[in-house]
């Protein structure tokens, strides 16, 4: 089946940094990848839709500004927190679309800010 | 906007037991529905899809039916093992994206399944 990565699968790092988590789809290419946020207990909320070759589409509340994403190529997309704050911290999850719609996710990725 | 509700757990059941977790939503037309599974500490995985209204999805045992008429996406079992302890979350493509569309979940429901 398809298989999505991402990484690191943890993260810690302090206050005003930036963090870089990468979304790879290893067996399939993806025009189409999306990035989740998923809070303790909570379900998973969509942050954006990325599209390889063209702006990301951020969903409502979404900082862009703060949450860069990059589709550079069709199996590589990356979320970058810029200027991280603690409440950033969260589980940062990614998905890969294939034909018919189906998504196929990434393990996640668990990000802690001090 | 659309929204995918389902039963809060933790729901707890004896292995062998007759498993229902319930799912509605509201979206307009006809969005596709999923039901995905999270062992614990793994990704998400599809467990079973449908596509159309009257689509039965199944996977491993487990069924679900789209019900247009009650807007519904009930996953059931007939006799669960211990192994099916995880966190089953509903969700939804709405039909307007042409599949393009990040998914809607429901809050997920924690299921636990004793010997």
């Known amino acids: 089946g398809a298989v999505v990565s991402q990484h690191p699968s943890w993260v810690i790092c302090k206050s005003g940094t930036s963090v870089k988590i990468e979304c790879r789809s290893l067996?399939?290419?993806?025009?189409?990848m999306f990035w989740y946020r998923q809070f303790p207990k909570q379900s998973l909320m969509l942050m954006a839709t990325?599209?390889?070759?063209?702006?990301?589409?951020?969903e409502q509340g979404v900082e862009k500004d703060k949450f860069l994403i990059n589709h550079a190529s069709l199996t590589l997309s990356t979320l970058t927190v810029t200027s991280a704050h603690p409440e950033d911290s969260s589980f940062y999850i990614c998905?890969?679309?294939?034909?018919?719609?189906?998504?196929?996710f990434g393990p996640g990725t668990r990000l802690t800010v001090t | 906007g659309d929204s995918v509700t389902q039963m809060e757990g933790p729901v707890t059941l004896s292995e062998e037991a007759f498993l229902t977790i319930n799912c509605t939503y509201t979206a307009t037309g006809y969005p596709s529905l999923f039901w995905y599974v999270q062992y614990p500490g793994e990704g998400l995985q599809l467990l079973l899809k449908?596509?159309?209204?009257?689509d039965k999805g199944s996977n491993k045992g487990f069924e679900a039916t789209y019900r247009k008429e009650t807007t519904s996406f009930h996953l059931e079992k007939g006799s669960v093992q211990v192994s099916d302890s995880a966190v089953y979350f509903c969700?939804?493509?709405?039909?307007?994206?042409?599949?393009?569309?990040?998914?809607?979940f429901g809050k997920g429901t924690h299921l636990i399944i004793q010997p």
């Open positions: 067996d399939f290419q993806a025009t189409t």
């Open positions: 449908a596509t159309k209204a009257d």
């Open positions: 998905s890969a679309r294939v034909a018919g719609g189906v998504q196929y």
């Open positions: 990325s599209n390889e070759g063209s702006k990301a589409t951020y």
């Open positions: 969700a939804l493509m709405p039909q307007s994206g042409g599949g393009a569309d990040g998914l809607t």
